[in-house]
């Protein structure tokens, strides 16, 4: 492992002074997650790695994108070209970009052409919590969970009536709007959120030689978001969920045009969760998700990519043998629509889980099995298990093994194939494998008073990686992957503190080349007080040299930065507040992406009236 010794020190030292510094904390840990296992479980007991953030911290920190607010957690890292509303990526433990599962309320989002999420398109205002599993996931949801999972949540009423209205105005023009109605009573429970967001944006390739790309790169944005729940006696619960954005964001393409990219997300989901006795309950579950990319690069040249994923799973969870067996069939549809001819457009996967987990006086254990039977390439077997022990009332240990792959994309298996003469041909090969990839973590966590400290271990192998630099796509790539996390959670006083270090060490096997856009060091602060009328934080989020591709070379290498920024929340009275956000104090030039800008300094002010 090539991570330096004097770094993993520091990791370490970190964890440890600061245990014993935070006795008299009280941080709000116990958080109840779901992705984790997918059934409830406390977060500090959790075997895996996972992260959450609640509403409150979206609606204090005030964040201008989920990438950016993503970004400064463990174990994450972001690239993004240009600015909010432009195309991101997240890296979740050094793995790809296309490695990360994302689900909207248990429904699959994404794109089948391009493997990749579109997590720009997800406004933060309709969020009600984001839950981060990082590490494989293929276990427990199948293809595509290769390197984590992100799950939004998005918002839900409760008893009562609680409207809200957030206007706001900032830097390069940027302007929003939302409203939300959202209430019940112990029947039933209704949200419903819709907004508007748009900027005028910057100039994202100043460095282009096309007096075209000299303008500035906006973005708009119309969002709509929705649930309902009734309650139907019991613990019998019957829910919908919906997640709508229409988003368009101009981009430069060197083309005497205004290029654009129009992206459409919608997510839908139902649900009836029965109690069939006191140890049996089972969760009938069906998903409809979009992901819609419309490409206007110049006037005359237009291509869309479609893709359509239908859901159904049936769940049961079962109290047995001293712990909590899950059993479960999950049947998914895919289908693209695309511009381009693909020999084929849709594909389907039948799948078969189980798992149980356990406590058992200082033991705690976790084993899960997955059968996916994939319509293009036949079938694929994935399991994990994780082993916890309880050392001492505040410190426990943690070990884990698991297998994941990640699916080809219609693109790998199906882009038409075309040649160039001489530069040869480009495009996708239907004899493509599964990428694999076996994981392996340890850990130890300590906590007390409400304050959590961890620190872990992994090792992450991938194999059969579908390399493109041939021009025709094949599983000819390997990638070890290694690195370590430390991370710190506390509440001291009227203070609020959350600290994490990561060190990644995440090469080409063949080149021994750094993985683009990935950084060996990064690290992230977070400091905020609340008192009295006034909410007010500090954020440094820092990330170390990086390149944006392989092979790596002093010409793609993209250096480190450190960006502050800073949030302020005044309550001027009940239901009435002002809410103030700078990013990037410093006025940091930096890239995420070779070639592309990023935002200065900038400032967003909002007044948001909420209900009580």
């Known amino acids: 492992m090539k991570i330096r010794v004097s770094a993993l020190a520091s990791a370490c030292a970190l964890a440890c002074f600061l245990a014993p510094a935070a006795h008299a904390a009280d941080a709000q840990l116990g958080h109840v997650v779901v992705t984790a296992t997918r059934q409830p479980i406390s977060a500090d007991a959790a075997l895996a790695s996972v992260d959450v953030i ?150 994202a390739r100043p460095n282009s030689a096309t007096a075209a790309d000299a303008d500035d790169d906006g ?55 029965k109690q069939h006795s006191a140890d049996w309950a089972s969760t009938l579950r069906f998903g409809h998700g979009v992901d819609a990319l419309d490409n206007q690069s110049n006037a005359s040249t237009r291509s869309r990519f479609d893709t359509t994923q239908r859901q159904l799973s049936w769940q049961h969870d079962v109290a047995v043998g001293g712990g909590s067996l899950m059993a479960a069939y999950e049947f998914l549809q895919q289908r693209v629509k695309t511009t381009s001819d693909f020999e084929k457009t849709r594909r389907h996967i039948n799948a078969f889980l189980l798992g149980w987990g356990g406590e058992f006086d200082r033991h705690n254990v976790q084993l899960n099995a997955r059968h996916d039977r994939n319509s293009q390439f036949g079938g694929k077997t994935t399991g994990a298990a994780a082993y916890g022990y309880r050392l001492a009332p505040e410190w426990r240990a943690h070990a884990s093994i698991g297998t994941a792959f990640k699916a080809p994309t219609f693109n790998d298996l199906y882009f038409p194939v075309e040649c160039y003469g001489a530069w040869g041909c480009f495009g996708g090969n239907p004899d493509l494998e599964p990428e694999e990839a076996l994981n392996r973590e340890l850990g130890v966590a300590w ?145 995420l992406a070779k070639g592309f800008a990023t935002q200065g300094r900038s400032a967003f002010v909002a007044l948001r009236y909420a209900m009580h």
Do not use: C
């Open 54 to 203: 609640e509403r409150d911290e979206i609606a204090r920190a005030g964040h201008s994108s989920l990438l950016g607010l993503l970004s400064s957690r463990p174990g994450v890292q972001m690239a993004r070209n240009g600015g909010p509303g432009s195309s991101g990526s997240i890296f979740i433990r050094g793995a790809n970009s296309g490695h990360t599962l994302v689900l909207v309320d248990g429904v699959r989002m994404g794109s089948a052409t391009s493997g990749s999420p579109v997590l720009e398109t997800i406004p933060l205002e309709l969020i009600e919590r984001i839950e981060i599993l990082r590490g494989p996931g293929s276990a427990l949801y199948g293809a595509d969970a290769l390197g984590g999972v992100i799950q939004v949540f998005t918002r839900k009423g409760r008893e009562g009536f609680q409207p809200s209205v957030r206007v706001g105005a900032g830097t390069d023009g940027a302007r929003e709007a939302s409203a939300t109605l959202a209430g019940g009573n112990e029947r039933l429970r209704y949200s419903l959120t819709a907004g508007h967001e748009r900027s005028d944006g910057f100039n």
């Open 219 to 273: 973005f708009r944005e119309d969002y709509l978001g929705a649930s309902l729940v009734l309650d139907l006696g019991g613990n019998d619960e019957l829910g919908a969920n919906l997640l709508y954005s229409d988003m368009r964001n101009w981009y430069d393409a060197a083309q005497p045009f205004d290029s654009y990219l129009d992206k459409r997300a919608e997510t839908f989901g139902a649900y009836l969760r």
């Open 447 to 591: 906590e007390r008073n409400g304050v959590g400290v961890d620190l872990t271990y992994f090792n992450n192998r991938i194999k059969n990686l579908i390399d493109w630099s041939t021009g025709i796509a094949s599983n000819v790539g390997r990638a070890d992957i290694q690195g370590i996390e430390a991370a710190l959670s506390a509440t001291l006083g009227d203070y609020r503190l959350r600290a994490s270090v990561d060190l990644l060490d995440a090469e080409d096997d063949e080149t021994g080349d750094q993985l683009g856009r990935r950084a060996r060091v990064g690290g992230a602060l977070a400091l905020e007080r609340a008192v009295g009328a006034w909410t007010w934080g500090v954020e440094w989020n820092g990330k170390g040299r990086r390149y944006d591709q392989v092979p790596n070379a002093v010409s793609n290498r993209l250096g480190g930065y450190g960006l502050v920024d800073a949030y302020a929340h005044y309550a001027v009275a009940r239901d009435w507040s002002v809410e103030v956000r700078a990013n990037n104090l410093l006025d940091k030039d930096h890239e």
